[in-house]
């Protein structure tokens, strides 16, 4: 009998931060209780700050950081080339934005465009943006939720991957909205990288297929 095929391994991933981190702690207590059932594995975490409680998860899960600050670089295409740089060496095969406050540019998405994912506390295309919980409340929404999408060029413009709908209360504040939002937005992102690893991914104009 043939022995079985060797098990693809893991989808490397590096996960960007500016924050708490709480995505990317989702993604690694995913790996850590499924293992390479999973599919993919965390392999380094950047950001562009530092002193942020997500670095500090990395650093607990004994993981390999790097910070890319802007301020650091002449210009903002310096900043972008070298964040780039930072991502390439660790051989991603996903990248993953979890709360990375931080348009990337172009040198950044001729590396990685079509493989790198951002979560966004909205059901875009409403209330893209850095406040887009805030914008939702404002504008009197119902409903709002979370959205996992490819990035490109634009502000929270590119393919949609999933989303999933969190009702808006009339005692909402932006805090407690955004709470509700992350509950959902964890569990959504652990799926939707655990799916894209295995499963593979195609992406035709704004439509992603997922076999
Ligand atoms: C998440 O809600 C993410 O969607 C949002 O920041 C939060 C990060 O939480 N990102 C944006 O607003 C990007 N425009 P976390 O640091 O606890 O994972």
Redesign the pocket.
């Known amino acids: 009998m043939p022995l079985p095929a060797e098990p693809a391994a893991p989808a490397r991933v590096v996960v960007l931060?500016?924050?708490?981190?709480?995505?990317?702690?989702a993604l690694l207590d995913a790996v850590a209780e499924r293992g390479p059932a999973y599919g993919a594995e965390v392999v380094a975490v950047g950001a562009d700050r530092s002193g942020i409680e997500?670095l500090a998860r990395a650093e607990r899960a004994g993981l390999p950081t790097f910070v890319c600050r802007v301020r650091d670089y002449p210009t903002r295409e310096a900043w972008d080339a070298a964040l780039a740089e930072a991502v390439a060496e660790h051989r991603p095969d996903l990248v993953v934005?979890?709360?990375?406050?931080k348009i990337v540019g172009a040198a950044f998405l001729a590396r990685f465009g079509g493989r790198f994912v951002?979560?966004?506390?909205a059901l875009l295309p409403s209330f893209p943006?850095?406040h887009?919980?805030r914008d939702a409340l404002a504008h009197g929404a119902r409903v709002t939720g979370?959205t996992v999408h490819f990035v490109d060029a634009g502000v929270?413009s590119g393919p949609i991957i999933a989303q999933r709908a969190v009702e808006i209360r009339d005692t909402d504040d932006e805090a407690a909205l955004?709470e509700r939002?992350?509950d959902v937005?964890?569990g959504l992102l652990v799926e939707v990288v655990g799916r894209l690893a295995r499963d593979g991914y195609s992406i035709e104009g704004r439509k992603v297929f997922i076999p």
Do not use: Y
């Not at 931060?17 to 702690?25: A, C, F, K």
């Not at 951002?118 to 506390?121: L, R």
């Open positions: 931060v500016s924050g708490s981190g709480t995505n990317l702690q997500g934005s979890a709360g990375f406050m951002n979560t966004h506390p943006g850095a887009a919980v979370c929270d955004h939002i992350k937005e964890r």
